[in-house]
């Protein structure tokens, strides 16, 4: 079945430096890979996705790489805060909508002021 | 806009006991996904269901059953419950278009604690 690694599983950085989570996946049919952000005791939000058919997707601070051959990608958060603290987990998942979605086992982001 | 609902939010059970958690999609949303989360852990998929029929099941024990109702709403039924099955669940919803997927939305989460 789908495989994801995720590395590092903590991360700390100083304010205003920048950040990077690398993921694996294992299912080649997998075109589509969510970053969820998830604090304390909430939900797992969605802060950022990418299909299959795109290489690259930024939004303001964050951006997201994929390498469909090597099946990699990457998420990159540039001039972090202290509310950019959470853990981030990416994920896979399959073409149809009701295909799951396979979580990596997560990064604990620590940004110090 | 509104968001996935979840109830309760909180449920305090003993061993052996039987717990009902339910779940309420964005509206439109045709697609319920449950997720059970430990302490430390990655959330892990348990079952999925697209238009009232389960679509796909995950590391759902067997003591677990799931549905999905005509209105989209969808309750997890945990019965003989056990220590280990104290956790957060979470319900996800999506909504569906052809093969398209889109993108999933989760709930406030529901803390289950079993004594």
């Known amino acids: 079945g789908e495989n994801v690694e995720q590395h590092p599983s903590t991360l700390s950085v100083q304010e205003g430096d920048s950040a990077v989570i690398k993921c694996t996946y294992s299912?080649?049919?997998?075109?589509?890979f969510p970053w969820y952000k998830q604090e304390l005791g909430k939900r797992p939000q969605l802060i950022i996705d990418?299909?299959?058919?795109?290489g690259e997707k930024k939004d303001q601070r964050i951006a997201v790489t994929l390498n469909k051959t090597a099946k990699h990608f990457s998420l990159h958060i540039t001039e972090t805060q202290p509310e950019d603290s959470a853990v981030y987990f990416c994920a896979a998942r399959g073409e149809t909508s009701y295909d799951k979605v396979i979580f990596g086992p997560g990064t604990s982001l620590s940004v110090i002021p | 806009a509104a968001g996935v609902i979840q109830s309760p939010r909180h449920l305090i059970k003993e061993k052996r006991e039987t717990a009902t958690l339910k779940c309420y999609p964005i509206?439109?949303?045709?697609?319920v996904y449950w997720y059970q989360q430990g302490p430390g852990q990655d959330p892990q998929f348990l079952i999925s269901?697209?238009?009232?029929?389960?679509?796909d099941k995950g590391s759902i024990p067997d003591r677990f059953s799931a549905q999905q109702f005509s209105d989209y709403h969808s309750e997890l039924n945990m019965s003989s419950l056990e220590l280990g099955d104290s956790a957060l669940y979470f319900c996800a919803s999506s909504f569906s278009l052809g093969t398209r997927a889109y993108e999933q939305y989760f709930g406030p989460g529901t803390r289950l604690t079993v004594t």
């Open positions: 509206p439109r949303h045709d697609t």
């Open positions: 269901f697209y238009e009232k029929m389960q679509s």
């Open positions: 990418i299909r299959s058919n795109v």
């Open positions: 299912d080649s049919a997998s075109n589509y």
